[in-house]
């Protein structure tokens, strides 16, 4: 079965550096992918997806993901951390054999902001 | 416009007792969701509606839950009876193409005592 694999469960950045939060999947086959973004008290926003055209994707708020079909890996990235930033990461797919659209997610990443 | 809602935003019950939960999606999303996120696990798939049509319910738990969405708008998320492991957060989602973004609710905190 089709499974997402989010590395660290909570990553801490100092304001102004470089965010990388990891994500692997598990299929020979690429599938629909996504990363969402959880502020406190907040629903799931969609962050940016990868649905089999430019493998560099990029979202809103100066994040990026690249998808690397050799490492089954779409990892995302931000160049600069914002204060704003801190709130819970989540990677996710749709396999390629599922059409109705049902979402497998990864166990998500907290991300902390340090001033 | 509107996003999802959902109703209760928390509800605290014993075991037992029964609770229903509702989602609103976006107006004109065909597509509707249900997830859970059990405390320290990851967010699971429940079911999947197209309009008023259960389209997958492989992720339902038990019989214990029952998902309703009468007429293709609001759905209903019942659960008869609570147990413990009940507890967690209910998300609803929705979407104009099933593969397309989906919109999520800000989620329903579940805590069965």
């Known amino acids: 079965a089709q499974s997402v694999t989010q590395l660290g469960s909570h990553v801490s950045v100092s304001e102004g550096a470089l965010v990388l939060l990891r994500c692997n999947y598990s299929?020979?086959?690429?599938?629909?992918l996504f990363w969402y973004v959880q502020y406190p008290n907040q629903g799931l926003q969609l962050l940016l997806k990868y649905t089999s055209a430019a493998t560099l994707v990029k979202g809103i708020n100066g994040f990026e993901a690249e998808f690397k079909k050799s490492e089954t890996s779409f990892h995302l990235t931000k160049p600069s951390a914002h204060m704003s930033d801190a709130a819970e990461y989540f990677c996710?797919?749709?396999?390629?054999?599922?059409?109705?659209?049902?979402?497998?997610f990864g166990q998500g990443t907290e991300l902390s902001v340090k001033p | 416009e509107a996003g999802v809602t959902q109703f209760p935003s928390h509800s605290v019950i014993e075991k037992g007792q029964t609770v229903t939960l509702r989602c609103d999606p976006i107006?004109?999303?065909?597509?509707l969701y249900w997830y859970r996120r059990v405390m320290g696990k990851e967010i699971k798939f429940l079911l999947h509606f197209v309009k008023e049509s259960k389209q997958d319910e492989s992720g339902m738990p038990n019989n214990r839950f029952l998902a309703e969405r009468t007429g293709g708008t609001y759905s209903t998320l019942k659960v008869q009876p609570a147990e413990l492991e009940d507890s967690g957060v209910y998300f609803c989602?929705?979407?104009?193409?099933?593969?397309?973004?989906?919109?999520f609710g800000p989620g329903t905190r579940l805590t069965v005592l």
């Open positions: 299929s020979s086959v690429p599938p629909y």
């Open positions: 989602a929705s979407s104009q193409v099933d593969l397309n973004e989906q919109f």
């Open positions: 996710a797919v749709i396999p390629f054999y599922n059409q109705g659209g049902k979402l497998i």
């Open positions: 107006s004109g999303h065909d597509n």
